[in-house]
Every structure is written in C-alpha cells, then in structure tokens.
C-alpha cells in the first residue's frame, strides 16, 4: 500500500487544519489507518487511528476532544481534522496504514507509511 499526505502547512495557536492521506495499491489488505506525529529530537508519537472496516477510532489522550480521524473508503482516503491546534503541534505528520491488529498506538503495527506532512503551529 502506498500513502500520501497533504494538507500541512502553517498556523497559528488556536487554529485548525485538515490532513489527507490516499492510499493506493494493494487497499483491500488494509486492516487499520492511523497518524503519528514526529517533533524534531522526538520519537514518533501516535496520534490517532481508525480500523479500515468497521470505523472504530482511537485517539492518544494529547489530542482527544480537539482532532477527529475519519475515513472514506470510496476514495481511499483518511482524514485527520486538526482543532485547536497548540505550539506543541508543530511536528511532522505521518500517515500509516496496517493490515494486521496489536495496539493501534504501536508503530511496528503498521506496515506502510507516508512521506509525511509539516505543520507548524506559531504563538
């Protein structure tokens, strides 16, 4: 499966931005969809994700009630709607794609993954 995101960028603290990620190839496979987060000196961070068929989601407790992950299957694409966004937003954001289960928070759980997207988040 291959992913690519857009709609990174830059805003300022309070703000909001909606990130894309299209998956191509092999989608049929997929089991599970989520974001990470990667802040310069940081290790990847989960975000949030969404199982592929039955639209359950989870979210880190950072971002719950404030970013929304959806997804459309017709179009392959998954979506991360960022509110609220804070200066400790400001990292790069990846997509990822699964096919198997285990722990959505769990990188080594994903078997695909996208180039990323930057945002940065201004005060």
């Known amino acids: 499966v291959q992913l690519v995101e857009s709609g990174g960028g830059s805003v300022q603290a309070g703000g909001s931005l909606r990130l894309s990620c299209v998956a191509s190839?092999?989608?049929?496979?997929?089991?599970?969809m989520g974001w990470f987060r990667q802040a310069p000196g940081k290790e990847r961070e989960f975000v949030a994700a969404?199982?592929?068929?039955?639209?359950?989601?989870v979210y880190a407790d950072s971002v719950k009630g404030r970013f929304t992950i959806s997804r459309d299957k017709a179009k392959n694409t998954v979506y991360l709607q960022m509110n609220g966004l804070g200066p400790e937003g400001t990292s790069v954001y990846y997509c990822?794609?699964?096919?198997?289960?285990?722990?959505?928070?769990?990188?080594?759980?994903?078997?695909?993954w996208g180039q990323g997207t930057q945002v940065t988040v201004s005060s």
């Open positions: 990822a794609g699964g096919e198997y289960g285990g722990p959505a928070a769990g990188p080594l759980n994903y078997t695909s």
């Open positions: 190839g092999s989608t049929f496979s997929l089991y599970r």
């Open positions: 969404i199982r592929w068929s039955s639209d359950n989601r």
